[in-house]
């Protein structure tokens, strides 16, 4: 599962310790991420040391401070697009590095991408338009005129893996995906809960009812700011009809857990449910 469990973090006003160990991560247009390309397709940070200079920053760029990945401070900030295609570099869009970084440093990115993009919108009180400045120990803003204190955006979304009680997987399929097919998803809407959510989402995009609904894992997903929350779920008559939400789908259907189709890449949460839903089918 995706985790931080190697990175510590830190939060305004605190600073990396000058000297020591970075990695950098400047981004262009807040969106795509300049890499050191590797072998094979993978890809690095870019590192160096704590210090003025930083690689490809536009003028003026205040780096976020995220905290420390295995004691390297890590610096997220605003790339100079100029720069960095004199430099015949260019930078990468962050849902591509999934698979090509290791996964904390995909994990990392993630939460810095979020990070810079909430430091854009957040510039301004969204209760009076008052400027913000950033309030100590927190990812937040406060309002230098009205004090409402504003924090980042986290949108949860469910994905669920609708299975028949026996050998069978329910999985949609989108315009765009390709001959790629996945899982259901849907979002978490105010004041319903998530098991809720799977269910009225379920009943919406192919008229199923689902019962024995079974938290599974979550993954953050930066774009631009969701969470993923994973859970398996029985349809209580499998042998309906489906009624596909065609303004979400253009395909719904019931696939054998040894007749997969293409799925969503190894590292995305829906791939991990559907792994794991497979391998306990396989044991049975
Ligand atoms: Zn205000």
């Keep these: 599962m995706n985790s931080l469990e190697r990175f510590v ?39 160096g040391v704590v210090a003025n200079a930083l690689p490809f920053a536009e003028a003026g ?4 401070y995220l905290g420390d990945l295995d004691g390297v401070a890590c610096l997220a900030y605003r790339a100079d697009e100029t720069a ?38 957040s510039r301004f009180c969204p209760k009076c338009g008052g ?30 893996l609708v299975h028949d009680g026996g050998r069978r997987l329910l999985l949609s399929h989108k315009a765009g ?8 998803a849907g979002f978490v809407e105010p004041g319903e809960t998530m098991e809720g959510c799977v269910a009225r989402e379920t ?3 192919v008229g199923l009812r689902v019962t024995d609904i079974v938290y599974h894992g979550s993954q953050p997903w930066p774009y631009p700011h969701q969470l993923m929350i994973g859970f ?19 395909g719904a259907k019931w696939f054998d857990a ?20 497979v391998d306990g089918v396989e044991r049975k």
């Design 177 to 184: 995906w390709g001959d790629r097919w996945s899982i259901l």
């Design 9 to 47: 973090r830190a939060y305004p006003p605190a600073a990396p310790q000058a000297g020591s160990a970075a990695y950098y991560l400047p981004f262009v247009d807040g969106r795509d991420l300049v890499t050191v390309p590797g072998e094979a397709g993978s890809a690095s940070l870019l590192s």
């Design 131 to 160: 400027a913000t400045e950033d309030t100590p120990n927190a990812w937040a803003k406060t309002c230098t005129a009205c004090g409402y204190c504003a924090y980042p955006v986290v949108s949860p979304a469910v994905l669920m």
């Design 232 to 250: 398996t779920a029985r349809a209580t008559d499998p042998d309906m009809r489906l009624t596909v939400d065609e303004s979400e789908l253009d």
């Design 61 to 64: 760029a205040v780096p976020l």
């Design 203 to 205: 009943q919406e995009e």
């Design 258 to 277: 040894d007749a997969l189709p293409q799925l969503p890449g190894k590292l995305s949460l829906s791939r991990q449910l559907i792994d794991a839903w």
């Design 84 to 121: 960095v295609a004199e430099a015949d570099r260019s930078g990468t869009p962050v849902r591509n590095l999934f698979g090509v970084l290791p996964e904390a440093e995909y994990t990392l990115v993630g939460y810095a991408l979020h990070l810079i993009n909430w430091g854009e919108i």
